[in-house]
C-alpha cells in the first residue's frame, strides 16, 4: 500500500514538472525562435531594398553663410 502511494506521489510530481515546467519552457523557446528568425527575415528583405535602389543620393551641403550678413543693427529707441 505504501509503494502505491509512493508511486502515485512521484507520478504527480512528474506529472506537475512536466505540465509547468519542461512544456511552457519548450513553447516560449520556440516562440523566441520564430520572432528572431521573422526579424531576420525582415532585416534581409530591408538590405534587398537598399541594394536594389542603389546608394543613396549625396546631399550637396550649402556653403556657410556670412555671418555679418545675418547680423542686423539696431537702435535702442527711448519713449
Known sequence: MFKIIVYGF???LLYKFIFE???????ATS????KIRE????????QR??????PAP???TQPP????ADYIEF?????
Not at 49 to 54: L, S
Open 65 to 68: 553663410k556670412d555671418r555679418d
Open 75 to 79: 537702435e535702442e529707441m527711448k519713449p
Open 39 to 46: 526579424m531576420q527575415e525582415q532585416q534581409q528583405e530591408q
Open 58 to 60: 549625396v546631399q550637396q
Open 10 to 12: 512521484l507520478l504527480y
Open 31 to 34: 516562440q523566441v525562435k520564430d
Open 21 to 27: 515546467l519542461v512544456i511552457p519552457v519548450s513553447k
Open 49 to 54: 531594398r537598399q541594394q536594389q535602389a542603389g
